[in-house]
């Protein structure tokens, strides 16, 4: 079966994630639904990079399709483009080898979050709105502190008896781009709800509810600081402001610009 490696993008504002479901709309199902369209075939394998929860987008998901038959890569992706909603599109199509998997392939992942500093008519679906003036400086000092090799146990609702919630964070970038919040997070990989409690915390960081070497206290794999202070689970920022942004193999470049996927320019009076 000849293998082919899927470059997508996404909204997911409409999907309840990435993964099928029997009784719900999602990316896989609708692409799968299209796979079959084309081909008229349903022996098809079909392997995502990685799950995205409802509501969360991708600038570039990777997947790897084995088909039963050879087809141009052009005509795959014209095909199955033909037969998926405005929100989902595939970039790209390209033939692999059997060894590249889209998942175990994959040496790293970075996730884009963008957060709002105003109200916006036209984005509200890719950002998150934070009323509260926030203070970047005191955001970007604690996001300096989840860099390198943590535990993440009080990010995630993942049980560490079960799965390992060590994580290697190798970046976590804030940046400024008209009334938009850039933070981007880098790593090895990331456990569930992880990235937007990191946002959550650093927001009220920035807010000034929460202090920055509460980070530390984080990062023991504990539930974090006592006396009244929020948890991430309480923190935890809402789907619409994340994207997975690029799924990386060996041999991919790392540096790359800090870019909005969907721009908020500065108000205007």
Do not use: C
């Amino acid at each position: 079966m000849p293998r082919y490696k899927l470059t997508i993008e996404y909204a997911g504002t409409r999907y309840s994630g990435w993964q099928k479901q029997k009784n719900a709309r999602t990316i896989q199902g609708e692409i799968e639904r299209a796979v079959g369209e084309l081909t008229r075939d349903k022996t098809f394998e079909f392997y995502g990079s990685g799950r995205t929860d409802a509501g969360v987008h991708a600038l570039r998901q990777v997947a790897h399709l084995d088909l039963r038959k050879t087809l141009p890569a052009e005509t795959i992706r014209r095909g199955i483009n033909d037969g998926l909603p405005a929100d989902i599109h595939i970039l790209a199509v390209d033939s692999v080898p059997h060894r590249f998997h889209a998942r175990h392939s994959a040496v790293a992942r970075s996730y884009l979050y963008q957060m709002s500093r105003r109200r916006s008519a036209f984005a509200k679906p890719f950002v998150w709105w934070v009323r509260d003036p926030l203070d970047l400086p005191r955001m970007q000092a604690a996001a300096h502190r989840l860099t390198g090799m943590h535990d993440f146990q009080a990010f995630s609702d993942d049980d560490p008896e079960e799965k390992s919630t060590e994580v290697l964070v190798d970046e976590v970038t804030l940046a400024e781009d008209g009334d938009l919040i850039l933070i981007r997070v880098a790593g090895s990989h990331f456990i569930w709800k992880m990235v937007r409690r990191m946002v959550g915390v650093l927001a009220e960081i920035g807010k000034g509810g929460m202090a920055v070497d509460a980070i530390d206290a984080l990062l023991t794999g504990a539930d974090g600081p006592r006396g009244g202070s929020p948890t991430p689970a309480e923190l935890t920022a809402p789907a619409s402001g994340l994207f997975l942004e690029r799924v990386f193999y060996e041999g991919d470049g790392r540096q790359w610009p800090l870019h909005p996927a969907v721009a908020v320019p500065a108000a205007r009076g």
